[in-house]
Structures are given as structure tokens and as C-alpha cells.
């Protein structure tokens, strides 16, 4: 399977947080600038925090009831510790990748704080307007160290998760536009900061997003996610979209079948991260009340996402449409920025704009 394409798109989010804070300032439309309009009654003020090395660490490490790191196999901890841990047991390693992430914890300074919570507070007058939910919804924010989570951007709980590299991007942006006496219009930071946020409403209300995910986007969800002992091995946990539980129906783009997104990683000693991760449709037949997974000799039969024909078009935006929560988040942000002159025009985006409107009130 030629995967380079699926790769791609697993570097996105990484490449989107670290181009949003370079974006020309005159990039975005006069609408996604925020601010509040003469004679508008301002939103609710914006509730940011920034966690602590130490509540940072509690957060990643001893969250009640997350079954993150017990999710993991063997293959994906070695990736992510950029290690073979040789003789280490997966109970063990388990604890070991847990361990890691939480001495990665970063405190945040003065400046680093500024610069985020800047972002935000210039866009509240936008989300009040626009989607009032996100305009009432606490900000929480913990940082890494770029060697944790293959350096990209995501969210635990009520947190949004930044690796070191981006938060000095968004210092860096607030500098550049301070001494330019652009600080207070541009739109740059915006679309990331929403991108996650999106995530940690999609945890803290999962049914608010049901509809967009069947109704809107087309998935099916399963009573829960079928498993092969390949897939337990192979498959990446994905910190914003654990649930791989969406079926998808390729007669909707002109197939036949079924098949379930899912990110995976190839047998080889540690795993790059996320260079060697692929994003790939999982070939599924249903089985009595519930779902299975076709297997050719043991191997779940499946295909690049980039190989199945009218995936990526079907949807408004190709980037991270390995999970309906990744899709949702992608399109939500431009949706609320209106940032991209084609926006009502791409696929879908008369149906999203009709749930949002109500649903993101």
C-alpha cells in the first residue's frame, strides 16, 4: 500500500497550529477578525487557566476514570518513547509512557500566557456571536515538551494539550504583532486554538455531537469497536477521537460496503511518530447484532484512506478525516472564522452550518 498521502495527512495538525501563527494578517476575512462592533453587547469574559508543572502532570497522569495509556499496545508506546524498551512487559510499559508524558510538563511564564490568552480574549467577541457555546466553555491549557506526543497539539479531559515548539510560535506572533500595532485585528492562533477546543467539548458532550456525525458527515455508530488481535497490536490511540466505533458506508461515495477509520503502524522496531502512522479504512461486514472485522490470514483487510475512492471529496476538508471527530473539528473552526472564501460551497457545509447554528448556541 502506498501510504505517503495517508502520512501526509497525519502531519497535518501539526503543520496547520505551526503555519497559524506565520498567516498573513489580511488572510482571513473581515468576519473571522472578532472584536466586538460598535453598539454589540460584548459575550461573556473568556475563562482561561493555565495549569502548573504539577497539575499538569495530575492531569496526564492520574485523570479519574481515563483509560488513555490502558488502551495502548506495545508497538505504539515504543513510538512514542522513541525506544524498543527491550524485555519490558506492556503492563509495565504502560506505566512507563505514563510516566514519560508527565515529566514533560512544562510550566508556563508570563509572556507564554499573554500570548495565548490573548488569542482568545480577541476572539470572544466572535464566539459569543457566532457559537455562544464555545464563548462560555472554560479554556484549560497544559504544556510539552516537543519529544511527548510526536510534538503535535491535542487534548486530555478539559485540557488542551500544546507541545513547547507552538506555544514559542504563539509568543513569537505576539511579538511580531505587537511591535507592528497589529495585535489587536490579527486572526492568527485562532484556528488551532478552536480546532482543540472543539475536542474537549466533544468529550465533555458526546451526544451534542452525535447528530453532526450520522446525520451531517454519514457515519454509523457501532455498539462498540470490533478488534482483531492485529489491531490491538497495531492501532495508535488517538487522544481526541479514542472511540473507533464510526462506521462509514461506501455507498455513499459510489462503493459498496463498509468500512471503519482507524490509524495504524507498520511491524518494525520503533515506530516514527507520526511519520510512520497511516491513516487507513478498516473493512467491516456486520455479524449478528454487532460487527466484524475481514481478515485475510489474521490481517484486518483495509486500504489507505487516500485509496478509497470519493472518501477524501465526500467530506469538507480531506485534513484528519481519519475520525468524525477529527472532521468535525477541522470544519467547526472554519465554520466559526469563516476564514476560507469557498467555505459554503465545499461539501456538506449548507447541513453543517444548519446543526452549528443551533447546536453550537
Not at 213 to 240: K, Q, Y
Not at 276 to 301: A, H, L, M, T, Y
Amino acid at each position: 500500500m502506498n501510504d505517503m498521502h495517508s502520512r501526509e495527512i497525519l502531519a497535518t495538525r501539526r503543520a496547520v497550529l505551526r503555519k497559524g501563527w506565520h498567516l498573513a494578517a489580511g488572510a482571513a476575512s473581515m468576519a473571522a477578525l472578532g472584536g466586538a462592533r460598535a453598539g454589540e453587547t460584548p459575550g461573556p469574559a473568556a475563562q482561561v487557566r493555565f495549569l502548573s508543572r504539577d497539575e499538569g502532570a495530575a492531569a496526564l497522569a492520574h485523570a479519574p476514570g481515563d483509560t488513555y495509556y490502558a488502551s495502548m499496545g506495545l508497538l505504539e508506546i515504543r513510538a512514542r518513547m522513541k525506544s524498543a524498551l527491550p524485555g519490558m512487559a506492556l503492563a509495565d510499559a504502560r506505566v512507563a509512557v505514563r510516566d514519560y508524558d508527565a515529566a514533560a510538563v512544562v510550566a508556563f511564564n508570563d509572556e507564554e500566557r499573554a500570548a495565548i490568552g490573548g488569542i482568545i480574549e480577541r476572539m470572544q467577541p466572535l464566539l459569543a456571536a457566532r457559537a455562544p457555546l464555545y464563548a462560555r466553555t472554560p479554556w484549560s491549557f497544559i504544556q510539552l515538551d516537543d519529544r511527548a506526543e510526536g510534538g503535535m497539539p491535542h487534548t486530555r479531559g478539559r485540557h488542551i494539550v500544546l507541545p513547547r515548539s507552538d506555544v514559542q510560535g504563539a509568543v513569537q506572533m505576539h511579538r511580531e504583532m505587537s511591535q507592528a500595532g497589529k495585535l489587536a485585528t490579527t486572526p492568527r492562533g485562532r484556528g488551532i486554538l478552536l480546532h482543540e477546543q472543539t475536542h474537549v467539548l466533544e468529550r465533555l458532550d458526546p451526544a451534542r455531537f452525535e447528530s453532526l456525525i450520522t446525520d451531517v458527515f454519514g457515519f454509523t455508530r457501532m455498539l462498540s469497536a470490533p478488534v482483531t488481535p492485529w489491531l490491538a497490536a497495531h492501532r495508535c490511540v488517538n487522544p481526541d477521537g479514542p472511540d473507533v466505533v464510526w462506521a462509514f458506508p461506501l455507498d455513499k461515495i459510489g462503493g459498496s460496503g463498509w468500512v471503519v477509520p482507524d490509524l495504524t503502524m507498520p511491524d518494525v522496531p520503533v515506530p516514527r511518530m507520526p511519520d510512520d502512522f497511516q491513516s487507513v479504512g478498516v473493512e467491516i461486514v456486520r455479524s449478528g447484532n454487532g460487527w466484524k472485522v475481514v481478515e485475510d490470514n489474521g490481517v484486518p483487510r483495509s486500504r489507505g484512506l487516500d485509496k478509497i475512492a470519493g472518501y477524501h471529496d465526500h467530506f469538507p476538508f480531506p485534513d484528519e478525516d481519519f475520525h468524525p471527530n477529527e472532521i468535525a473539528a477541522v470544519t467547526l473552526s472554519h465554520w466559526i472564522l469563516q476564514d476560507l472564501p469557498d467555505l459554503d460551497k465545499r461539501p456538506l457545509m449548507p447541513a453543517v452550518a444548519t446543526w452549528a447554528k443551533k447546536a453550537l448556541a
